[in-house]
């Protein structure tokens, strides 16, 4: 039994029911403690790879998405903090798009055209149109320049193709994706349309998107 793997899920389950019922003591326990677990759970599993590249970027990822969680718990006293939030954040995904390129078999993305590119940009420009208009112009730059990098974040999971094993390329690029929404719904029920349960929303597809992401990097084994 890998206890360490139940502890990011009772931590992930504890979350759900403090958003659902609004329990937010609960809430300012748990959020903190996701990021943690998952870490816990990775140096485990990774215990025999340190020496793979990857593996530094990947726990480095998942503390700057830590500083990430617990920023955002304090943007009820000052919006600053969803600005340190959203850093954090940014800074995160910049250290993923680095370990999907560390975690390839020779340490590159296969960069070619498909289709996939076109349905990321459609998807981008949908989300502008969604938020953009409902924001001030200072706050647009940022979240123009984070939503950029989180498109590149999924598109370099997407590039990782014929470069890993198939499972790892599958959980990373799903795990990406579950990202972007969850950071949509985030973004679409702060700034222009209340959303009935997003904090579930937002919290269900992050955790869910973080774990595919760690499991799916874990896949990938070198040639």
């Not at 009820?76 to 969803?82: A, L, N, S, T, W």
């Not at 499972?167 to 972007?180: M, P, T």
Request: proline letters at 2%; charged letters at 15%.
């Amino acid at each position: 039994m890998n206890l360490k793997l139940y502890f990011y899920w009772i931590v992930a389950v504890v979350e759900i029911i403090s958003l659902a019922f609004e329990i937010d003591i609960l809430h300012q326990i748990a959020k903190p403690l996701l990021m943690i677990s998952l870490l816990i759970y990775f140096w485990d599993k990774s215990d025999k790879r340190k020496n793979e590249k990857w593996v530094s970027f990947v726990t480095l990822a998942l503390v700057f998405s830590w500083i990430g969680d617990i920023m955002l718990l304090f943007t009820f006293k000052h919006f600053m903090f969803f600005f340190a939030g959203l850093s954090a954040f940014l800074i995160a995904h910049l250290v993923f798009i680095i370990a999907y390129k560390k975690a390839t078999f020779k340490d590159r993305l296969n960069v070619k055209w498909t289709f996939f590119p076109l349905v990321v940009l459609a998807y981008i420009l949908l989300m502008a149109y969604l938020t953009l208009p409902y924001v001030d112009s200072v706050i647009q730059v940022p979240l123009v320049f984070y939503g950029i990098v989180l498109c590149l974040m999924i598109l370099a999971a997407w590039y990782r193709k014929g470069q890993t094993t198939d499972e790892s390329f599958q959980l990373v690029v799903l795990g990406a994706a579950l990202f972007i929404i969850s950071d949509s719904i985030l973004a679409i029920n702060r700034f222009s349309h209340t959303i009935p349960f997003a904090g579930v929303a937002i919290m269900s597809t992050y955790i869910i998107a973080q774990w595919l992401i760690v499991n799916g990097l874990l896949k990938h084994q070198n040639d």
